[in-house]
Every structure is written in structure tokens, then in C-alpha cells.
Nanobody
Framework: QVQLVESGGGLVQAGGSLRLSCEAS????????MGWYRQAPGKQRELVAA???????NYADSVKGRFTLSRDDAKNTLYLQMNSLKPEDTALYYC?????????WGQGTQVSVSS
């Protein structure tokens, strides 16, 4: 079992920045992959960004150049730095961990971007 606790969401104006944090109950270097997904009202959950245990990253085209993943292995925490936020980034953001072919999810943190 991997427990994930997200934080860092909030309300920000367009062009602003937020940093999301996801603290895992496991040593994250043991986790196969971690990432952030988001779900806007009436839409399907979509991948925002992900990183493998080896450090390979993958970003959605819509966030490339604006969002950056990083992790602190000592704190078992994954971060998502979000810059130049747009109203279309408004969504509930979920942290995901994949371990031994199982998916684990956090409770979600709301990001709202006003125009």
C-alpha cells in the first residue's frame, strides 16, 4: 500500500504560479513511477506529468514549458511547479503512484485559475 497526500492547491490569477506537493508513505525511489493527473468538471482525468524511478519525465503537450516535475527522495515527496497558469488549468489535481502494477491515488487538490 502506498498512501499519497497532496497539498499546495489554491486560487490564483492567470499568469501566476503554484507548487503542488505529494508526500508518499513509501520511499519514492522504490516506486516505479509517479505523476500528476487532473480532472476538470465534465472531463476525463488526464495525465499532466509523470516521472519514472530512473528519472525519465513525460509532460502533456498543454503544459510543456510551463510545468516542471521534481522530487526530493529524502522527503519522499514529488513536486509539480506550475508557472504561467491559465484558466484552462483549473481542475482537481491528483497524485498517482505506480508500484508493482498497482495504481495508488491521493485525495486530490483543487487548482483554480481566474482570468
Amino acid at each position: 500500500q502506498v498512501q499519497l497526500v497532496e497539498s499546495g492547491g489554491g486560487l490564483v490569477q492567470a499568469g501566476g504560479s503554484l507548487r503542488l506537493s505529494c508526500e508518499a508513505s513509501e520511499n519514492i525511489f522504490r516506486i516505479d513511477a509517479m505523476g500528476w493527473y487532473r480532472q476538470a468538471p465534465g472531463k476525463q482525468r488526464e495525465l499532466v506529468a509523470a516521472i519514472t524511478a530512473r528519472g525519465l519525465t513525460n509532460y502533456a503537450d498543454s503544459v510543456k514549458g510551463r510545468f516542471t516535475l521534481s522530487r526530493d527522495d529524502a522527503k519522499n515527496t514529488l513536486y509539480l511547479q506550475m508557472n504561467s497558469l491559465k484558466p484552462e488549468d483549473t481542475a482537481l489535481y491528483y497524485c498517482n503512484a505506480q508500484l508493482r502494477w498497482k495504481d495508488y491515488w491521493g485525495q486530490g487538490t483543487q487548482v483554480s485559475v481566474s482570468s
